[in-house]
C-alpha cells in the first residue's frame, strides 16, 4: 500500500480468523486518541467486510484498503476528532 498517511500504530492480525481481527482492532483503537491512524494487516478472507462493517458501526473511518499477495492492508482512522 502506497499512502502518504502516517500511522500511528500497526496489528498484524495475519493467521487469525473471524472474529478475532476486529476484536483484536477494537482493542488497539480503545487505546489511541482519537484522529490516529491503525494500520491492519491480516489475511482472513472475510476480514474486508468484517471491518468495513465495524468501522460503519462504530465511526471510525477507513482511509484505506489494499489487497496484495493474499494478505489485506487497512488504513482506520479512529473516530472522535
Known amino acids: 500500500m502506497k499512502s502518504e498517511q502516517r500511522v500511528d500504530k500497526t496489528l498484524d492480525a495475519t493467521g487469525l480468523l473471524c472474529p478475532e481481527p476486529v476484536f483484536r482492532a477494537r482493542r488497539c483503537l480503545a487505546d489511541m486518541e482519537a484522529g490516529q491512524i491503525l494500520e491492519i494487516r491480516a489475511d482472513d478472507p472475510l476480514a474486508e467486510i468484517d471491518l ?3 468501522c460503519e458501526r462504530t465511526g471510525h473511518a477507513m482511509l484505506a484498503r489494499d489487497h496484495a499477495d ?3 492492508t487497512f ?7
Open 52 to 54: 468495513a462493517v465495524f
Open 70 to 72: 493474499g494478505c489485506w
Open 75 to 81: 488504513l482506520l482512522c479512529k473516530a472522535g476528532v
